[in-house]
């Protein structure tokens, strides 16, 4: 049943990201940085092979898995899924470069992530 439920959802999410397409949009799917606890139960509860790499598939979108990039993967996590105040901006500026570098692979390009 939670197969089925699954398969569904990405039924879901490929349609809804059609739509957006449509529209002129553009959808990129962000994993940010967690650690500790939290982030052995997320990897245990939705391994990234069954669930991120299928949603990504299902909807033909860039994905951003901070587990990928050094610069998201060393930003601490003090709340095991926050990032603190102090390096929010760090944050922020290595995510857009990532953004911009991978729509750039697919031949996008969006004038809200310019420099």
Wanted: hydrophobic share 40%; net charge negative.
């Amino acid at each position: 049943m939670a197969r089925e439920q699954f398969e569904g959802l990405l039924e879901r999410i490929a349609t809804d990201v059609g739509r957006i397409r449509e529209r002129g949009g553009e959808v990129v799917f962000v994993r940010l940085p967690s650690s500790g606890y939290f982030r052995e139960a997320e990897a245990r509860m939705t391994p990234r092979e069954q669930v991120w790499e299928n949603v990504l598939a299902a909807a033909d979108a860039v994905g951003v898995h901070f587990e990928d990039y050094a610069e998201l993967a060393d930003v601490p996590t003090p709340e095991w899924s926050h990032v603190s105040a102090r390096d929010k901006d760090r944050l922020t500026r290595s995510l857009v470069r990532v953004l911009r570098e991978r729509l750039a692979e697919r031949g996008i390009t969006r004038p809200e992530l310019e420099p």
